[in-house]
C-alpha cells in the first residue's frame, strides 16, 4: 500500500508560477514510476509529466515542455511539479500518482492522490 498527498495547489494569474508537491508513504520500494496527471470538469484525465524514482529520468507532455519541471527529493519518497508560464489551459485539479512499471498511462498506475486543484485567471 502506497499513500499520496498532494499540496501546492491554488489561485494564481496568467503567466505566474506555482508549485506543487506529492508525499509518498508506505510501501514506497515498490514505486518505479511518479507522475503527476491533470484533469478539467467534463474532460478526460491526461498525462502531464513523470519521473523514474531510482534514475530520475524525465518525462513530458508536448504542451508543458519547458513550462513545468517535474523532480523528487533525495530520498525518492516526494516528487514536486514546478509550474511555470501558467495558462488558463492549465486550469485542472492535479494528481499525482505512481506506479511499480514504466508506463505512463492513467491505467497503469497503482495509486492516486485526492488531487489538488489549479486555476489560472487571465
Known amino acids: 500500500q502506497v499513500q499520496l498527498v498532494e499540496t501546492g495547489g491554488g489561485l494564481v494569474q496568467a503567466g505566474g508560477s506555482l508549485r506543487l508537491s506529492c508525499a509518498a508513504s508506505g510501501r514506497t520500494f515498490t514505486i518505479y514510476t511518479m507522475a503527476w496527471f491533470r484533469q478539467a470538469p467534463g474532460k478526460e484525465r491526461e498525462f502531464v509529466a513523470a519521473?523514474?524514482?531510482?534514475?530520475?529520468?524525465?518525462y513530458y507532455t508536448d504542451s508543458v515542455k519547458g513550462r513545468f519541471t517535474i523532480s523528487r527529493d533525495s530520498a525518492k519518497n516526494t516528487v514536486s511539479l514546478q509550474m511555470n508560464s501558467l495558462k488558463p489551459e492549465d486550469t485542472a485539479a492535479y494528481f499525482c500518482?505512481?506506479?511499480?512499471?514504466?508506463?505512463?498511462?492513467?491505467?497503469?498506475?497503482?495509486?492516486w492522490g485526492k488531487g489538488t486543484l489549479v486555476t489560472v485567471s487571465s
Open positions: 500518482a505512481v506506479s511499480r512499471q514504466p508506463m505512463t498511462v492513467p491505467d497503469a498506475m497503482d495509486y
Open positions: 519521473i523514474r524514482r531510482i534514475s530520475g529520468n524525465t
